[in-house]
């Protein structure tokens, strides 16, 4: 019961930190990374501080190899 508890009040939080952003008042992760709380222009966006820095880390690094592979593929055809 505690843990059905816990969940459903993690869940709660994290829904209410999007609330105060709309698509016009998002932060562009691109142009503005520090709103995202990233230290360089990135594909990700965290404004609310809602995932841990080693999340963001294998995000990234998950997004960039992506983005590799894509750049590869595209100049193979």
């Known amino acids: ?7 459903l009040f993690t ?3 994290l829904a209410s930190t999007f609330y105060e952003y709309t698509p016009e008042t998002f932060p562009d992760s691109i ?3 520090q709103a995202c709380n990233m230290h360089e222009a990135s594909f990700l966006c965290d404004p609310s501080n809602v ?3 080693g999340n963001l880390t ?3 690094e998950k997004l960039w190899k992506s983005v590799s ?3 590869i593929r595209d100049e193979s055809i």
Do not use: C, G
């Open 1 to 7: 019961m505690l843990i059905e508890v816990t969940i």
């Open 11 to 13: 869940l709660l939080h």
């Open 31 to 33: 142009e503005q990374p």
């Open 51 to 53: 995932l841990s820095k």
């Open 58 to 60: 294998a995000n990234r």
């Open 69 to 71: 592979l894509e750049n």
